[in-house]
């Protein structure tokens, strides 16, 4: 299976919610083109049959008591954020 | 000179009090006092908190602690790995003020062992690099020549121990990013199995492949400082259950008997001469010491580096998504959430995690997961493939850490692919999930010399045989007590 390499850097990079300069379009359009162009190289092989792996470690199911815990304290949690009021994080409006 | 000393001799002389941990500490803040100007080991360091760290180290010493393995050691840390109260920055812009407000399991677990918390060693942001030039906090130059990188990504960590300027350090490697600067720098690193050691409290850039791990200026400190930090953890369920090995004590056993596997794919063309020769006489002293070698095959080497590019940056751009600035670090307005998103990611990324970010995003979208993403996956399955094969003939595997030595700062920034393909030698065992360690082998003949690191490897788990080995051959050389000339420099 061949993919297409010539991708959409605008169109990617806002799936990715990353604003770029015009600069950056340019340079990392032809960057990443010559990357995935490399990827090419896996289509050599053959995997049908291959089952993926997505993880290293074959992990079942880990259980352990569901006991309460305390755990950060509001003012704690809160501490990092960039603009908070009344305990909650100022954001945008997002309704009208 | 105290800030020289490895963690086992410091831990000696504190034990006989020849001297005390806040003098010990102070050795190493007088050193980065002098030289971190130049080396740029460390981004951040609050020199009380880590004196009055050690304070307390010695007056529990004094009332007669026992069972503290690290107490009073000086152990310094990667900017990925939460420290409460500490900032937490990822060498990146986009956490701007962020202090931690809790402890890594690997932290809590140094604390418990009596350690002394040290300082932020620099980093490429968000361990996306092979050099520490991808810092927002400017690179960190390699202690053996400043006109070069000391790897990365973590670099700070490693060129930290190498300058002497802290007794030991933890890095993370989910490419090679603890065993590639500890030999740019000339120091040991361990990268463990996965799931020896818990990732509670590290920043994640790619969870199936991250571990984090010790750079020291021995293997028997790398065994003592794995000891204390791996282990099951309840916060994170990819953390086997076993309770960590005995390592220090399993340090002597005898290499006669132990099978070598030398790869033929990792010793073909492309090595740097000064790096063949000092691995092949490696080689021939484990074999003068009893091991046997042999020569096995890993096939899918060489399709290593386009699998983890594709698994390990789509991994990332679900793990980097949280940074929109909505809950924590920077935040650049926009007139509606996507904007600010947009807006804040495109101002606080660098290069190298916005190149990342995007490509991930692009092998997981819509039409082209299964020709990426998937497809990456599955070739990462024969990869793996390979090893367990290998290591049903052979104990361990033997290569190069590096296909060449520390290159020069600037040399590779703008080809990121060359970039890429530094990580030749060290990919396949984040990929497999396997443990790997490096050790000083040997110097380029070049002026200044150059570290060369050999790269052991270990099956699932075998955290003891290649530390075992890794010990032998440190004992019978020479190149670990080999400082780098800043001497002269400073």
Same mark, same amino acid.
């Given at each position: 299976m061949m993919a297409d390499t010539k991708f959409n850097i605008e169109y990617v990079a806002h799936l990715a919610r990353i604003k770029l300069t015009e600069e950056e379009k340019v340079k990392f359009g032809a960057q990443l083109s010559t990357?995935?162009?490399?990827?090419?190289?896996?289509?050599? !092989?053959?995997?049908?049959?291959?089952? /993926?792996?997505?993880? /290293? &470690? /074959?992990?079942?199911?880990? &259980?352990?008591?569901?006991?309460?815990?305390?755990?950060?304290?509001?003012?704690?949690? &809160?501490?990092?954020?960039? !603009?908070?009021?009344?305990?909650?994080?100022?954001?945008?409006?997002?309704?009208? | 000179m105290l800030n020289r000393l490895s963690i086992t001799e410091a831990i000696d002389g504190l034990n006989k009090k020849e001297f005390s941990s806040k003098e010990l500490v102070q050795s190493c803040l007088d050193r980065i006092r002098k030289i971190d100007k130049d080396v740029n080991a460390f981004i951040w360091i609050d020199a009380e908190d880590a004196l009055s760290q050690a304070e307390k180290a010695d007056s529990e010493r004094a009332s007669g602690v026992k069972d503290k393995p690290l107490l009073g050691v000086p152990v310094a840390i990667k900017d990925l790995i939460a420290v409460k109260g500490h900032p937490l920055r990822c060498a990146s812009k986009i956490l701007d003020k962020f202090v931690s407000p809790y402890d890594a399991t690997v932290i809590e677990r140094l604390r418990q062992a009596g350690a002394v918390i040290f300082g932020r060693t620099n980093m490429d942001e968000f361990a996306m690099g092979s050099s520490t030039e991808n810092s927002a906090f400017g690179a960190t130059r390699n202690p053996w020549d400043f006109e070069r990188t000391p790897g990365g990504s973590s670099g700070g960590s490693a060129a930290a121990v190498s300058a002497d300027?802290?007794?030991?350090?933890?890095?993370? +490697?989910?490419?090679?990013?603890?065993?590639?600067?500890?030999?740019?720098?000339?120091?040991?690193?361990?990268?463990?199995?996965?799931?020896?050691?818990?990732?509670?409290?590290?920043?994640?850039?790619?969870?199936?492949? +991250?571990?984090?791990?010790?750079?020291?200026?021995?293997?028997?400190d790398a065994a003592l400082l794995l000891k204390v930090i791996a282990g099951s953890d309840k916060r994170d369920s990819t953390c086997f259950a076993e309770p960590a090995d005995d390592y220090p004590s399993k340090l002597n056993q005898p290499v006669k008997g132990i099978k070598i596997g030398v790869?033929?794919?990792?010793?073909?063309?492309?090595? +740097?001469?000064?790096?063949?020769?000092?691995?092949?006489?490696?080689?021939?002293?484990?074999?003068?010491?009893?091991?046997?070698?042999?020569?096995?095959?890993?096939?899918?080497?060489?399709?290593?580096?386009?699998?983890?590019?594709i698994i390990a940056t789509a991994e990332a751009s679900a793990n980097l998504a949280r940074f929109d600035g909505v809950r924590y670090g920077l935040r650049v307005p926009g007139n509606d959430p996507i904007e600010m998103y947009c807006n804040t990611r495109g101002a606080g990324f660098g290069e190298e995690v916005k190149r990342r970010i995007i490509l991930g995003t692009y092998v997981l979208s819509s039409g082209y997961y299964d020709a990426y993403y998937l497809y990456a996956q599955k070739v990462r399955t024969l990869i793996r493939k390979d090893f367990n094969d290998a290591f049903g003939k052979v104990d361990i595997i033997l290569t190069p850490t590096c296909p060449a030595p520390a290159f020069r700062l600037g040399e590779k920034v703008a080809d990121p692919l060359q970039m890429y393909l530094t990580d030749i030698f060290t990919i396949s065992c984040n990929l497999a999930g396997i443990c790997g360690i490096s050790v000083p082998c040997g110097f380029t003949k070049t002026q200044p010399e150059l570290p060369i690191g050999?790269?052991?490897?270990?099956?699932?788990?075998?955290?003891?045989?290649?530390?075992?080995?890794?010990?032998?051959?440190?004992?019978?050389?020479d190149f670990h007590k080999k400082r780098p000339p800043l001497e002269n420099k400073t």
């Open positions: 990357i995935l162009n490399y990827m090419e190289k896996l289509r050599e !092989l053959d995997v049908s049959g291959v089952e /993926p792996t997505s993880h /290293p &470690m /074959p992990m079942l199911n880990v &259980m352990r008591p569901d006991t309460p815990e305390r755990g950060l304290d509001h003012s704690e949690a &809160m501490k990092n954020a960039p !603009l908070a009021s009344n305990d909650l994080f100022i954001v945008p409006k997002i309704v009208e | 300027e802290c007794i030991g350090s933890l890095g993370s +490697d989910t490419g090679g990013s603890i065993r590639q600067p500890a030999a740019f720098c000339g120091c040991v690193g361990l990268k463990p199995t996965y799931g020896r050691v818990s990732r509670y409290g590290l920043v994640a850039y790619a969870s199936s492949l +991250d571990q984090i791990g010790p750079i020291t200026k021995t293997v028997a790869p033929k794919e990792y010793m073909v063309g492309g090595i +740097d001469a000064h790096v063949r020769n000092s691995v092949q006489n490696a080689i021939k002293i484990l074999e003068n010491m009893g091991a046997i070698i042999e020569e096995i095959s890993l096939p899918h080497t060489e399709y290593a580096i386009a699998t983890y590019y050999l790269q052991l490897l270990g099956k699932p788990m075998g955290e003891a045989t290649i530390l075992n080995v890794a010990h032998a051959f440190e004992q019978a050389t």
